[in-house]
C-alpha cells in the first residue's frame, strides 16, 4: 500500500514560524526556543532529547523541564555541545549540534551564564 501526502499540507519543523522581535541594544532577537539557528538540518534542537545519567530513577522528562546544571563544548566538534540539568533528582544529559558555524560558541556562553534556572526559562531568552 502506497500512501502520498500533498507537500503543501506538511508542517516541516524548520519552517516554524518565528517572532522576531527589535532589541535596542541586539538589533534583532528571538527567544532561544524559536531561533532558526536552533536545528540540525531538518530536526530542530529545542526543546532537548534529554537522557538519564545517573540519580534518582528516570522519570523520563520531555520538554523544558528540570534546572539546567552545567554545558560544555564538544572536544571533538565544534559545532556541538552537551547540556546537563537537573530533574526530580536525577541528571540528565542532551546533545546539541547546530549546522550554522559558530553558533554553538554563542549558544554556550549564554548558557554558562544561566546554571541554576530553569530549563523553560531559558529556553524564553531573546537571542540576537
Known amino acids: 500500500m502506497k500512501v502520498f501526502l500533498r507537500c503543501s499540507s506538511l508542517r516541516l519543523p524548520h519552517k516554524r514560524e518565528t517572532q522576531v522581535k527589535k532589541n535596542s541594544a541586539h538589533g534583532l532577537t528571538m527567544e532561544l526556543r524559536r531561533h532558526v539557528f536552533m536545528s540540525h538540518g531538518w530536526v530542530r534542537l529545542w526543546p532537548p532529547d534529554w537522557k538519564w545519567a545517573c540519580g534518582a530513577d528516570n522519570t523520563h522528562p520531555i520538554?523544558?523541564?528540570?534546572?539546567?546544571?552545567?554545558?560544555?563544548?564538544?572536544?571533538?566538534?565544534?559545532?556541538?555541545?552537551?547540556?546537563?540539568?537537573?530533574?526530580?533528582?536525577?541528571?540528565?544529559?542532551?546533545r546539541l549540534h547546530f549546522d550554522h558555524e559558530g553558533f554553538c560558541d554563542q549558544i554556550c556562553d549564554l548558557l554558562s551564564r544561566h546554571y541554576g534556572q530553569s530549563v523553560q526559562e531559558i529556553a524564553e531568552l531573546d537571542i540576537p
Not at 528540570?66 to 554545558?71: D, H, K, M, T, Y
Not at 560544555?72 to 559545532?79: A, G, I, K, L, M
Open 63 to 94: 520538554g523544558e523541564m528540570g534546572v539546567l546544571e552545567n554545558i560544555q563544548r564538544s572536544t571533538v566538534d565544534p559545532n556541538a555541545c552537551n547540556l546537563m540539568m537537573n530533574h526530580a533528582g536525577a541528571k540528565y544529559v542532551a
